[in-house]
């Protein structure tokens, strides 16, 4: 008897720069994946619920200090930690939505200026990891998300350090291997940004067939 192969779901995350509404249209992004009846998870980085996770937690807070190149693996280890059941979700079907990434992963330790801690070193722990069919990256002016509140009180919430972030995400973005991604205009009212979303994401869970099983970041 010829069993029907399960059409794989998508991975798909949403990066970008601080309060450029990653977490809001995430959430929006999930609520409506599930009313249209698809099955979907929604996870987010850092996952500060697992023991690695309570470490990078205290760190972001400024309760224990960590070096850079430490605090990096922990980043890098809190997604390994999840990679095999990421790719189970999407055997299964189900469409995984993911709420900051390896690339956040990369500019943020970079941005801090190490000397030894390039952004070439900071992605090699990353490589292996589930490689997204789609990247939307939300992207915004300082001026728009400086409009959004000012910053809270964890460690990398400052103006130097966001302009470095910014910079570092942007010469990313052009890199010839990072086709997958999609930049979205994120300073504009929250269900305009969504619409330029769901449309994509559409997009890439009907293909997902045609690009094939899930790939490996290189
Ligand atoms: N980090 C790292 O170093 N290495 C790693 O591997 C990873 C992360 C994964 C914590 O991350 C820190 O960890 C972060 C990077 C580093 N450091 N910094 N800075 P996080 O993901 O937990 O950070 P967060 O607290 O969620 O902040 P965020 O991601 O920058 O915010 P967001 O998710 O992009 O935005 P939001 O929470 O959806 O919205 C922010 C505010 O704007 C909120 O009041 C909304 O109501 C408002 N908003 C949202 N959209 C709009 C629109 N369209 N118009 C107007 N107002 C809006
Ligand atoms: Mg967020």
Redesign the pocket.
Known sequence: MAHDKIKRGALVVVE???????????ELLYRSLLDMNYKTEYI???D?STPIGKQ?DSY?RGQSQLGDHS??LL??A??WEVAQSIQDDIAKGITVIV????Y??AV??AAKGNPNLSLHWAWQPEVGLPRPDLCLF?SISPEEAA???G??V????TDS??KR?RDLFLSLLDLPHNDEICVID?????DE?AQDILEPVLECMKNVDSIGSLKKLA
Request: charge should be positive; proline fraction near 4%; charged fraction near 30%.
């Open positions: 970008g720069l601080d309060r450029a509404g990653k977490s809001s249209q995430c987010r980085f850092p500060r990078i972001l605090i990096h980043f890098s809190n997604r709420d900051r990434y390896s956040s992963g943020y330790s939300l409009k959004r509140g910053y809270g964890e460690r990398y919430e350090m966001q972030v994120a300073g504009r009212p929250v940004v």
